[in-house]
C-alpha cells in the first residue's frame, strides 16, 4: 500500500510509541478529535497521545488508503489494552503542505 510519507511516519510513530515524532506529524494548528474532545495544537496533541499511548498500547496496521478531494481515509486494525480489540478503525486526515491539520476517527 503506498501511503503519503506523513501518513506512514504516523503509522511508524503510533506503533513505536513515540508520542513527539507523533505529533511532529501535524501542524502547529492542528486538531485531533478523539473519544469526545478536541486537542488544538501540536503541544496537545502531543499530551493526547502520550497518555493514550500509556492507557490503551495501541498498535495499527493499515488495511486501506484513499484520497478524496479534502479529505485522506486511512482504514487500520487497532489493536490494544481496550475492549474489543482488534478493530478497525478509520482515521480521516486533512492533509495540508505534507504536515496533518486535522484527525477524527470513527469506528
Given at each position: 500500500?503506498?501511503?503519503?510519507k ?12 513515540d ?11 492542528a486538531?485531533v ?28 496496521k ?31 486526515l ?7 491539520q ?6
Amino acid at each position: 500500500m503506498n501511503l503519503p510519507k506523513v501518513v506512514a511516519d504516523l503509522v511508524e510513530t503510533q506503533n513505536s510509541f513515540d508520542s513527539v515524532a507523533y505529533a511532529n506529524c501535524f501542524s502547529e494548528t492542528a486538531v485531533v478529535f478523539d473519544e469526545g474532545k478536541t486537542h488544538n495544537g501540536r503541544k496537545e496533541i502531543e499530551h493526547w497521545i502520550a497518555d493514550s499511548n500509556e492507557r490503551y498500547k495501541a498498535t495499527i496496521k493499515p488495511v486501506g488508503f484513499e484520497e478524496k478531494e479534502n479529505e485522506s481515509l486511512l482504514k487500520a486494525e487497532t489493536s490494544g489494552n481496550f475492549a474489543g480489540s482488534p478493530f478497525i478503525l478509520t482515521y480521516h486526515l486533512v492533509i495540508i503542505n505534507d504536515l496533518i491539520q486535522s484527525l477524527k476517527f470513527t469506528g
